[in-house]
Nanobody
Framework: QVRLVESGGGSVQAGGSLKLSCTVSGYKFSLYGMGWYRQAPGKERELVSSITSDGTTNYSDSVKGRFTISQDNAKGSSYLQMNGLKTEDTAMYYC??????????????????WGQGTQVTVSS
């Protein structure tokens, strides 16, 4: 029913840029929060950035100033613009949707929906 599809990953040189996209389908309502997580091999999944249903954004300290999250409610999509990429950014990136308004995805728990992930590889 509810499906999240990520795209835009790939391989890039350090200092380069990528733009990730996440599109939601199969959900009745248009207001929801979205977030981007990443997980590198052997490491725990971590929250990179999020945006609530009212447009409030949050960033982890490691990406602040380099990444920008946005949302297009009409298209049901979220985007993560990644600039100044570092080798430490290499990971599988996952999109999470939370159907609760005014709630950050980090507190969504079992109510959230995950995408399949898109790989980002940054080489030096």
């Amino acid at each position: 029913q509810v499906r999240l599809v990520e795209s835009g990953g790939g391989s890039v040189q350090a200092g380069g840029s990528l733009k990730l996209s996440c599109t939601v389908s199969g959900y009745k309502f248009s207001l929801y929060g979205m977030g981007w997580y990443r997980q590198a091999p052997g490491k725990e999944r971590e929250l990179v950035s999020s945006i609530t249903s009212d447009g409030t954004t949050n960033y982890s300290d490691s990406v602040k100033g380099r990444f920008t999250i946005s949302q297009d409610n009409a298209k049901g999509s979220s985007y993560l613009q990644m600039n100044g990429l570092k080798t430490e950014d290499t990971a599988m990136y996952y999109c999470l949707m939370c159907p609760l308004i005014n709630i950050d995805v980090s507190a969504c728990g079992d109510l959230g929906y995950w995408g399949q992930g898109t790989q980002v590889t940054v080489s030096s």
